[in-house]
Antibody, heavy 119, light 110 residues
Framework: EVQLVESGGGLVQPGGSLRLSCAVS????????MSWVRQAPGKGLEWVSVLYSGGGTLYADSVKGRFTFSRDNSKNTVSLQMSSLGTEDTAVYYC?????????????WGKGTAVTVSP | QSALTQPASVSGSPGQSITISCTGTSSDVGGSNYVSWYQQHPGKAPKLMIYDVSNRPSGVSNRFSGSKSGNTASLTISGLQAEDEADYYCNSYITNRGVIFGGGTKLTVL
């Protein structure tokens, strides 16, 4: 069964760091494109980043230079290292698989992990 | 980049058809066939409903259809059912910039 399970969310102070993980089953992360999408409380979806199968990455302007998307092929997981967090980063973070040939198509989603940035 | 423009809310009665629009620019919606639509029920993860403007993933009801004209994409739901009540989001792509989502539309089934 194809499944994505996020973890690592929690409460962090402004300026702090947090590492989110996404455990994947049913397919291999090294052969697929993976994405992170977030949703602030009561707000819409916001794309965060993509990790290409070749290892390259692309980030939204709002997180560029602060977030790093990586993967661990041996554990079949992907991770999002977040630093210099601000209150605007408070959101539920979803891990998703992206179609290789369609940059906006995310066909499998995790249930999300909540990040709260607050003093 | 600014979000794609969607109506905040739409409504319809069971059995009716509704259409949700998604307006962008020639740099995103109008510039490619990369438009997807997602359904999100409260407290749940988004679900892919339409991709590449008008393609339905396996398992999605054929009551859902997508189209595009110029800088505006549309999602049509026919034979509205109570279970269709949810938030709907479109997205598109800006080359070398990434993915942009619409602000979302709340569908109410009356």
């Amino acid at each position: 069964e194809v499944q994505l399970v996020e973890s690592g969310g929690g409460l962090v102070q402004p300026g702090g760091s947090l590492r989110l993980s996404c455990a994947v089953s049913g397919f291999t992360v090294s052969s697929n494109y993976m994405s992170w999408v977030r949703q602030a409380p009561g707000k819409g979806l916001e794309w965060v980043s993509v990790l290409y199968s070749g290892g390259g990455t692309l980030y939204a302007d709002s997180v560029k230079g602060r977030f790093t998307f990586s993967r661990d092929n041996s554990k079949n997981t992907v991770s999002l290292q977040m630093s210099s967090l601000g209150t605007e980063d408070t959101a539920v973070y979803y891990c998703a698989r992206r179609y290789a040939n369609s940059p906006v198509t995310m066909d499998v989603w995790g249930k999300g992990t909540a990040v709260t940035v607050s003093p | 980049q600014s979000a794609l423009t969607q109506p905040a809310s739409v409504s319809g009665s069971p059995g009716q058809s509704i259409t949700i629009s998604c307006t962008g620019t020639s740099s995103d919606v109008g510039g490619s066939n990369y438009v997807s639509w997602y359904q999100q029920h409260p407290g749940k993860a988004p679900k892919l409903m339409i991709y590449d403007v008008s393609n339905r993933p396996s398992g999605v009801s054929n009551r859902f259809s997508g189209s595009k004209s110029g800088n505006t994409a549309s999602l049509t739901i026919s034979g509205l059912q109570a279970e269709d009540e949810a938030d709907y989001y479109c997205n598109s792509y800006i080359t070398n910039r990434g993915v942009i989502f619409g602000g979302g539309t709340k569908l109410t089934v009356l």
